[in-house]
């Protein structure tokens, strides 16, 4: 009404791609966006169809000198290197896998877009697990592709997210053992 508002005049929910957003102080005087679409267990990055018609969007909503970094990247990739979970025996090493695996994808869905993986964070999530008695991470690690190809670093306490959100790489690492 007063001209400064941003929206749309008639809404088509059809039209809305975006599922995930956030903005942070890119240093500079720039405005980065971080976007992904998809439902929250399977978010992914704007084709570049998309991201294009998007950055032509802001080009003509933005305010003049207004400098805006639209980035939509696949998921960063947290690598189990080395993990052993430990359990009670109640229940076979692969009723346990599977529910580690759910655990897993569980605390990455419910971690907040643009957020900080913790590995704390995540260990306590997995010691829920029914049975577990003990998570033993010797490391993890990080794949991310903000500069377009795969860069891998280890993750010593913590981790910002390039993408704005993860997946895990492979189940493949995990070792299940008896608490002896």
Do not use: W
């Amino acid at each position: 009404e007063n001209g400064t508002g941003l929206g749309y005049s008639l809404v088509v929910e059809g039209n809305k791609i975006i599922t995930r957003c956030s903005y942070s102080d890119g240093g500079g005087g720039q405005l980065d966006l971080k976007m992904a679409k998809g439902d929250p267990d399977s978010l992914a990055k704007l084709s570049a169809e998309e991201l294009g018609r998007l950055t032509n969007y802001f080009e003509k909503i933005k305010f003049a000198g207004t400098n805006i970094n639209l980035i939509s990247i696949q998921a960063d990739e947290i690598t189990l290197t080395d993990i052993t979970i430990y359990h009670d025996g109640v229940r076979t090493n692969d009723e346990i896998r599977l529910d580690i695996e759910a655990a897993m994808d569980d605390f990455l869905v419910n971690l907040s877009f643009d957020g900080v993986f913790y590995i704390e964070s995540f260990r306590d999530r997995l010691q829920q697990v029914k049975n577990v008695v003990d998570i033993y991470v010797i490391e993890l690690k990080r794949v991310s592709y903000f500069t377009g190809s795969p860069v891998e670093t280890t993750i010593t306490r913590k981790v910002s997210l390039d993408s704005g959100y993860a997946k895990i790489a492979s189940f493949t690492p995990i070792k299940v053992e008896i608490e002896s």
